[in-house]
Structure formats: structure tokens, C-alpha cells
Antibody, heavy 121, light 107 residues
């Protein structure tokens, strides 16, 4: 059974940093692309970043490029989202999502339960 | 970025009704479109991919259609469990984008 379990959410100050983790089980990360999607309170879904199965390619939304970094550790079957220079508008529930293929054109067949990130002083 | 626009934003309907939600892309995306269902406090759930393919385990009351720039999600007979928010997503570009969502409410 495929499962994705996020951790690392919490309260951060503006300008601060936070690292989210997504532990995957039921499949191996080196087979599928993975993504982070966020949802601000009461708002819709916003794709944040994704990484290819081989970790060779990473893409970012304009809103986070240069501040967030996606990575993964295949030996731990875990995906990470390092978030820096956090802003109030980064406040959201962050979902880890599994792509259906290894490369670029992906929709997402499994999602984690979400990790709440609150940026506030 | 490719913009995805859903209509309506809110839809009120009754159990047993047939409803359709529309999603329009700002440029052609072929059939690279997925639909998700989301309930309050829960993660999105994949319903439809490749515009019209039903994800395993999803009831056959759900169907998708369209290509190019115009797409629709139809629920043929609403069940109590179907009242939720629905999102479309294009995945033809390097930056996937979602529609703003359609909230399906009980009339």
C-alpha cells in the first residue's frame, strides 16, 4: 500500500527557515517523480515544486524559486522541501504528492495528509 | 503559465442530480488534464486522468470529457459522499497548474 507521511511543519518567523520531510512507503522513489503542492487557508491548490525520479531535474513555481529547494534521499525513501526566506504568504498546508511517471508530465495519484506551515512573528 | 478556469465556482445540487463542472485552459493542453476531489481537512483524491480515464476505485458515476482547451467533469447521479470541492489540473507544461476549484454543495 502506498503511503506518504509528511513531517516538519510548524511555526516559523518571517525570513526564517523550515524543512519538510515526506516519508514514502509502498513504492521506491527512484521510479516516480515527486512533488509538493500547497494550499493556503481557504484557498485552492498551488503546485510548488517537483523532482524527477532520478533527481536530475527539479522545477519550482515562480513564487518560491530561489527560496525553496526540493531534494530526496532514495536510501531513506524520503523527499524534502527546504524552505528559506519564508514569507507570510507561504502559510499553507503543504502536501507531498506522488507522480505517475518518472519525468515531467505528471498528475498525482497519491497524496500525503499534509503538513501545516505557519509563517508569523 | 497555463491558466485553468473552472465554472461554476459554487454549485448547489441534490442527491440524485446530474451535474457538470467545466474547466477551460488558456491554451491547448491536448488531453493532459486530471480531476481531483477534496473534502474539508483532507488531501485531494485523483478521480480522472488523461481527460477521460477513470482512476481505479472511483465510481463509474464520475466521467470526464474534452480536449484542447475545454473539459468537463460529470457526476451522473449525485451521492451524499460526492459533496466536496473539485479541482482540475493541467500537466502538459513544466509548471502544472490547478483550477480555482468548484465547491459542490447540497441544495
Amino acid at each position: 500500500e502506498v503511503q506518504l507521511l509528511e513531517s516538519g511543519g510548524g511555526l516559523a518567523q518571517p525570513g526564517g527557515s523550515l524543512r519538510l520531510s515526506c516519508a514514502a512507503s509502498g513504492f521506491t522513489l527512484n521510479t516516480f517523480a515527486m512533488a509538493w503542492v500547497r494550499q493556503a487557508p481557504g484557498q485552492g491548490l498551488e503546485w510548488v515544486s517537483r523532482i524527477s525520479a532520478t533527481s536530475e531535474i527539479a522545477y519550482y513555481a515562480d513564487s518560491v524559486r530561489g527560496r525553496f529547494t526540493i531534494s530526496k534521499d532514495n536510501s531513506k525513501n524520503t523527499v524534502y522541501l527546504q524552505m528559506s526566506s519564508l514569507r507570510g504568504e507561504d502559510t499553507a498546508v503543504y502536501y507531498c504528492a506522488k507522480g505517475v511517471v518518472a519525468g515531467t508530465r505528471n498528475y498525482f495519484d497519491y497524496w500525503g495528509q499534509g503538513a501545516l506551515v505557519t509563517v508569523s512573528s | 503559465d497555463i491558466q485553468m478556469t473552472q465554472s461554476p465556482s459554487t454549485l448547489s445540487a441534490s442527491v440524485g442530480d446530474r451535474v457538470t463542472i467545466t474547466c477551460r485552459a488558456s491554451q491547448s493542453i491536448g488531453d493532459s488534464l486530471a480531476w481531483y476531489q477534496q473534502k474539508p481537512g483532507k488531501a485531494p483524491k485523483l478521480l480522472i486522468y488523461q481527460a477521460s480515464s477513470l482512476q481505479s476505485g472511483v465510481p463509474s458515476t464520475f466521467s470526464g470529457s474534452g480536449s484542447g482547451t475545454e473539459f468537463s467533469l460529470t457526476i451522473s447521479s449525485l451521492q451524499p459522499d460526492d459533496f466536496a470541492t473539485y479541482y482540475c489540473q493541467q500537466y502538459i507544461s513544466y509548471s502544472p497548474t490547478f483550477g480555482q476549484g468548484t465547491k459542490l454543495e447540497i441544495k
